[in-house]
C-alpha cells in the first residue's frame, strides 16, 4: 500500500480535516506566462467601486471593457473579481492596464506564497485570507489567495470565491468623509492588506479558545479520545504559520516601494507590519500550546495506564502467596503412609486455621503496601 493511501486511511481514522488549497502548478515544460484556468473554478464577477471626495460609484459590469469610463474619472478605481474560471478578463485586463503575464499566471495557479513584486508600473501582490470554520466541530479553518495590482489610480483584486474581510472597507468608501476618499489607490491597497490581516486574529482567537476547550477535556476527562481533534488544530496552526510568516517579507517590500506608496501610506504599512508580527507571535504560542496539549494528554493517558497496572499488580501480589498456600496443600500426599506428609491436613481445626493464614497475609500484605504509599492517600 502506498504511504498516501496509508495516510489518507490514518486521517479518516482519527477525523483530520484537509489542509487548504495546495499549490496549483503549470504543466511541466509550459511557456512562462501561461494563463490556465483550474477546470473548478468559479466564473468571473466583476464589480466595481470608484470614488472621489465628491462621489462614490458601484456597479457591477459584465466584462473588463465596461471598466473604461470609470479609469480616469474618477481618483480610485477599485475593481473586484470574484471567481477565477474566466480566462478572457485576464487576458482583457492584460491589454486594459498592461498587468504583467507572470504575475496573472500567479493569480490563477493559487496557493501561492504571499509575496509583493514590483513592475514598471504596478505592484503584485499575494495574500492569504483565513476563513472561520462554519460550525465549532466542523471544518477545518479555510484559507483563500486574494491576488491585488496596485497602479496609479486604480486597484484590482482577485478572489477564488465569495465571501471576504472587504466589506469594512466597502462601508468606510462610502463614508463621506473616510480617509479612504482623499487617499489614492495606494491607501486603498493598504487598507485591502490590513483587512486581510486583521482577518487572521478571530481566526486565532478561535483556535485559542478550541485549544482551551481540549485542555479541559483533557484535565476533567482523560478518558475521551480527542487525538483527532488534537491533530487538526495543530494542522490548521501549520497552514496558518506557512500563510503568515511570509506576510512579514511581503510588507517590507511594500513599506520600501516609493514609485506607488506615498511616504503617508508607508506609516501605515508599518502598522500592517506590526500586527503581522504580533501574528506571528500568536501562531508560535498557539503552536507550542498545541504540543503542550498533545503531552498532556499521552502524559495522562499513560498515568491512567500506569494506575491500572498498579491496581493489577497489588492485586496479582496479594494472591501469589494465596496461590503458594492453595498449591501447597493441594498436593496429593497421604498422611497414614508418613507422619511427614502433611499431617496438619488430619487435624480438626486445619482448613479454618489455612484460611485464617491466608486471611493474615491478605491484611498484611495490604498493610505493607500502605505503609510504602503505594496505595492509598500519602497521608
Do not use: C
Not at 172 to 180: A, E, K, P, T, W
Not at 186 to 203: C, E, H, I, Q
Not at 244 to 261: E, G, K
Request: no cysteine; charged share 25%; hydrophobic share 45%.
Amino acid at each position: 500500500m502506498s504511504p498516501q493511501r496509508t495516510f489518507g486511511k490514518l486521517r479518516r481514522r482519527l477525523r483530520l480535516p484537509k489542509l487548504g488549497h495546495r499549490h496549483r502548478q503549470p504543466k511541466p515544460g509550459s511557456a512562462p506566462g501561461l494563463i490556465d484556468v483550474a477546470p473548478d473554478a468559479l466564473p468571473s464577477m466583476i464589480s466595481v467601486v470608484a470614488y472621489g471626495q465628491e462621489e462614490v460609484v458601484e456597479e457591477t459590469v459584465a466584462d473588463i471593457p465596461s471598466l473604461k469610463p470609470y479609469l480616469g474619472q474618477h481618483t480610485v478605481t477599485w475593481v473586484d473579481v470574484v471567481g477565477l474560471g474566466t480566462e478572457q478578463v485576464l487576458v482583457d485586463l492584460e491589454d486594459l492596464l498592461g498587468l504583467h503575464r507572470l504575475a496573472l499566471e500567479d493569480v490563477v495557479n493559487v496557493g501561492q506564497r504571499p509575496k509583493a513584486e514590483e513592475y514598471d508600473d504596478h505592484h503584485f501582490i499575494v495574500l492569504h485570507m483565513a476563513h472561520l470554520p462554519t460550525t465549532p466541530q466542523g471544518e477545518a479553518v479555510e484559507l483563500e489567495q486574494v491576488s491585488l495590482f496596485v497602479g496609479h489610480g486604480y486597484v484590482i483584486s482577485f478572489q477564488e470565491r465569495a465571501g471576504d474581510s472587504f466589506e469594512p472597507v466597502r462601508e468606510r468608501i462610502r463614508l463621506g468623509r473616510s480617509r479612504l476618499r482623499s487617499a489614492g489607490a495606494d491607501y486603498l491597497a493598504y487598507a485591502l492588506v490590513d483587512a486581510v490581516v486583521d482577518g487572521f486574529f478571530p481566526v486565532m482567537e478561535n483556535i485559542g479558545d478550541r485549544l482551551e476547550a481540549l485542555e479541559e477535556t483533557i484535565i476533567e476527562d482523560p478518558h475521551t479520545d480527542i487525538i483527532g481533534e488534537l491533530h487538526a488544530v495543530r494542522r490548521e496552526l501549520m497552514s496558518l504559520r506557512r500563510s503568515i510568516w511570509p506576510l512579514r517579507d511581503a510588507l517590507n517590500v511594500l513599506q520600501r516601494s516609493t514609485s506607488l506608496f506615498t511616504e503617508r501610506t508607508q506609516v501605515f504599512l508599518r502598522d500592517a507590519y506590526d500586527h503581522a508580527l504580533r501574528l506571528m507571535d500568536m501562531a508560535e504560542s498557539l503552536r507550542e500550546m498545541g504540543s503542550n496539549l498533545m503531552d498532556l494528554h499521552l502524559s495522562m493517558v499513560s498515568h491512567r495506564m500506569n494506575e491500572v497496572m498498579k491496581v493489577l499488580t497489588i492485586i496479582s501480589t496479594i494472591f501469589i502467596p494465596l496461590g503458594f498456600l492453595a498449591g501447597l496443600y493441594g498436593m496429593n500426599f497421604d498422611p497414614e503412609v508418613s507422619p511427614w506428609n502433611m499431617p496438619e491436613l488430619s487435624w480438626y481445626w486445619g482448613y479454618p486455621t489455612l484460611l485464617g493464614v491466608m486471611l493474615v497475609v491478605v491484611i498484611l500484605l495490604i498493610f505493607y503496601f500502605r505503609a510504602k504509599g503505594w496505595i492509598g492517600s500519602d497521608d
